[in-house]
């Protein structure tokens, strides 16, 4: 089954102790494709400037990602740029430059507005919301990701769109800001009052963690010895998990459980290499034996 993502398609300015570039493709809707096309195809929504050339458009091109719905207007794509510490635990933003993002009214191509698997990726709540409202039906999971900034500088929009998400999917710090309250589950329960009946807590090098009604699931960060870049990390996590679950066509318990396990794996070689550089050459089978590898780190008996 498709997937339809809205959000960032970017340029990025990236400095790690690893390396520093000036300006790379980037974005959150762009991490997001790539990691979920591997699993089923993709309905990509987003706005570019005309600094974005056919070259650049060549991450898109041979993958299962539609991109119809990436409008190109005049002037400048979005920018960002971060700086990392030392242990790549902590990321400070330097520039957030919005550019065509600013004045976007997205306008879904009629095939997108059957999808049943909506991800909302990083970008101004009410775009998140406007897109989701042009679905034809309710779809059978909107999975909603955001950050600091929108929730510091958009929290009243921010609020709106969340009441029609199923699952939220935030790391630990904005989910602390978002719901007021330090420890992670009571905060779930505050953000159940929101809107999404699941929220996952991505963790960084400590994995992520998926809690519900029916209580909570944990999945590790892959253990590997020379991460580069955590940039995009987060939206190949979300990728590889919704990517997986639209591949399924279902929500059960089991499928969510798996779908962590293939956020983090997709999560985990992101962060192998500079911005997009690992995915690019990623193969398939690399996924799958990533993911047994996974079943073994985890296994134990009683
Ligand atoms: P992540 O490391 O998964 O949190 O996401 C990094 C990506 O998010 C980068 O490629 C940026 O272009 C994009 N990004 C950063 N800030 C924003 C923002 N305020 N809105 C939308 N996308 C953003």
Known sequence: MSLLVVGSVAFDGIESPYGKVDRTIGGAATYF???????????????VGDDFTDVDTKIFKGRKIDIEGLERAPGKSFFWAGKYSENLNDRTTLTTELNVFADFKPKLPEKYRKSKFVFLANIA????????????????????DTMNYWIEGSNADLLKTLK????????????????????????AKRIFKLGPST?????????????????????PAFPLEEPHDPTGAGDSFAGGFMGYLASVGNKSDMSLRRAMVYGSVMGSFTVEKFGLDRLKTLKTSEIHARARHFAKLTQFTL
């Open 199 to 219: 929220l996952i807590i991505k963790r960084g090098e400590y994995g992520a963690m998926m809690v519900d009604k029916r209580g909570a699931f944990c999945v």
């Open 164 to 187: 029609g998400v199923d699952i939220l999917m935030i790391n630990d710090s904005e989910t602390r800001q978002l719901s007021n309250e330090h420890n992670l589950l009571r905060a």
């Open 125 to 144: 709540p009410d775009l998140q919301r406007d897109v989701l409202q042009q679905v034809a039906k309710r779809p059978k999971i909107a999975a909603l």
């Open 33 to 47: 494709s790539v990691a979920a096309s591997f699993f089923t195809p993709v309905h990509l929504v987003g706005i």
